[in-house]
């Protein structure tokens, strides 16, 4: 196997595992938004049970477990 079918195949690889947690936010009511450089900065969570829809602008100073706490506060 060649360096560049490596490559290809861990390109694949995080594509396929980017696509299954994109899936599995927006089973739980998440809808993640990407910016123009392609990261990800803002998160639509809804709650059907409640009827509350939060807009969440994802800022790099807090944490990634400040943001799942939010997240399962919330949903």
Known sequence: MSSSDCAIRGYCLLTNLCSLKLKVYRS?????????????????????????????????KFSRNFYTNYFWRTM
């Open 28 to 60: 739980l009511g998440i809808d993640v938004e990407a910016d123009t450089t392609g990261q990800y900065n803002k998160a639509v969570i809804r709650n059907a049970a409640k009827g509350d829809v939060h807009v969440v602008n994802i800022d790099p």
